[in-house]
C-alpha cells in the first residue's frame, strides 16, 4: 500500500514554471512507477507524464513534451513535475499516482492517487 501526498500548486502567470511534489510513503516506493495526470473541469483526468521505477526511463504526453520534466528521488519517497512555459489552457488539479508496470498511460492502470493539487495559469 502506498500513499501519496501532493503539493506545489498554485497560480502562476502564463509562462511561468511551477514545480510540483508528491510525497510518497511506505517501504515500497521504489518498486512503483510514477506518474502525474491532470483534470480539468468538466473534463476527464488526463496522462501528463510518468517516470520508471529507477527514474531511468521517462514519458510524456506529446503536449507537455520538451516544457515539463518528471523525477524521482527514492532515498526521499519523492517524484515531482516540474512545469515550465505554462500556458492557461493547463488550469487543473494536478494529480500523482502509482502503478506496477511502466509505461502505463491511462487512468484505470493506476493502482494509488494523492488527493490532487490545484494548479491555475492566468493569461
Known amino acids: 500500500q502506498v500513499q501519496l501526498v501532493d503539493s506545489g500548486g498554485g497560480l502562476v502567470q502564463a509562462g511561468g514554471s511551477l514545480r510540483l511534489s508528491c510525497a510518497a510513503s511506505?517501504?515500497?516506493?521504489?518498486?512503483?512507477?510514477m506518474g502525474w495526470f491532470r483534470q480539468a473541469p468538466g473534463k476527464e483526468r488526463q496522462f501528463v507524464a510518468t517516470i520508471s521505477w529507477s527514474g531511468a526511463n521517462t514519458y510524456y504526453a506529446d503536449s507537455v513534451k520538451g516544457r515539463f520534466t518528471i523525477s524521482r528521488d527514492n532515498a526521499k519517497n519523492t517524484v515531482y513535475l516540474q512545469m515550465n512555459s505554462l500556458k492557461p489552457e493547463e488550469t487543473a488539479v494536478y494529480y500523482c499516482a502509482a502503478t506496477g508496470g511502466w509505461p502505463k498511460t491511462r487512468v484505470r492502470d493506476y493502482d494509488f492517487w494523492g488527493q490532487g493539487t490545484q494548479v491555475t495559469v492566468s493569461s
Open positions: 511506505g517501504p515500497t516506493f521504489s518498486g512503483y512507477a
